[in-house]
């Protein structure tokens, strides 16, 4: 393909092999990888033409294996603890369709040892065992998942909503504003999380739900400081400009133009900070900070257990399995949502599409 005329036969650029300046020419090789990732573009787009944002993400993140099966086993164990031993919460107790409660003392059997056989296939009476009072660990285990998954609840909703409203007043508005809450944000991000939240958790003998909004009130400084930095270069945007001279107040403009562009930052961020918040209550709760007795969670579990280890070591096992199962499953889907949103993933396309894909990217060149 020839660009412009070509030069004097007297031109000091000199000519190819074949008589040609090469300088007036774009090579095959170039115009060919130029055409397979024009056509590459075109599969794209037309796999995702008419789609709205959410069907998008929705796709991609359907296509992510890993987040799939780590969203079905978080649901899984979700529906087992709230099922088994019922909700006991807030003056409200339903029963559940296991026999025994968290707090029951029935008599020891099979010397404490776990009931449950792989074949036959059996539960038994105490499937996990039982410690040396005789209280069942399966009951224990799944009200220690329920007290971890409402703190992970409770505490990532809380971060999330001031997060992202001070990260969004402070890069929207900027100057003195977005000085202040970058310094009170800094303020918060020096304080001693462990430290605050033991002293919190002593002094409060009330329901863990207290030590979940603590924990909420001090880790949404990262998800501040995403949100402030993406706010800082959307407000910029054509579309701001448009509202504006529209006449939307800078509420509107934030809350119904803004903060929906930045959603895929704060769904990752929000479930990095739920699987780093059941870490910490499991740590705080081993130090006997967190949830007091009588009531149980899976680092009080652990705590209470620990010298257990060697001569019963399901006491100690079954608690620590299913915390690295919940903190691994969420930290798979917040990876997921990360992919799902990053528009230079490919996880949307169809089967058919990524092999048509990789068709054009080994399309041989032209000579």
Known sequence: MTIGPLPPENSDAGLGRDGVDPR????????????????????ETREVEGLSLGRIVFRRFLRHRAAIISLVLLVIVVILSFSSIGI?????????WWHWNFDDVPAIV??????????????????FGQDSVGHDMFAMVMRGIQQSIMIVVVTGAISTVIGAVLGAVAGYFGGTTDALLMRLTDMVIIV?????????????????????????????????????????????REFVDAARVAGASPLRIMFRHI??????????????????????????????????????????LISNYQTAFTTRPWLFWWPGLFIVIIALTINFIGDGLRDAYDPRQRRGLK??????????RQKPVKS
Do not use: C
Not at 119 to 126: A, I, K, N, V
Not at 260 to 289: D, H, K, Q
Not at 353 to 358: D, L
């Open 88 to 96: 006991h919460a807030f003056g409200v107790n339903t029963g559940g």
């Open 259 to 300: 903060l929906p562009n930045t959603v895929g930052v704060i769904v990752v961020s929000a479930t990095l900070t739920m699987s780093a918040t059941i870490l910490l209550e499991t740590a705080i709760s081993y130090l006997g900070f967190g949830v007091h007795a009588p009531d149980v969670s899976l680092g009080l």
């Open 110 to 127: 099979n010397g404490g040892a776990p009931t449950m056989t792989l074949w036959p296939p059996s539960l038994g009476d105490h499937p």
């Open 24 to 43: 007036a020419t774009i090579s095959t090789f170039d115009a060919t990888a130029l055409e397979a990732g024009i056509e590459s573009s075109s599969i």
């Open 192 to 236: 001693p999380l462990l430290l605050l939240a033991a002293i919190v958790g002593r002094s409060v003998n009330g329901p863990s739900v207290i030590l979940a909004i603590v924990l909420g009130l001090l880790v949404w400084t990262t998800l501040a400081r995403l949100v402030r930095g993406e706010v800082l270069a959307l407000r910029e």
């Open 351 to 360: 089967r058919s599409a990524r092999k048509e894909q990789a068709a054009l």
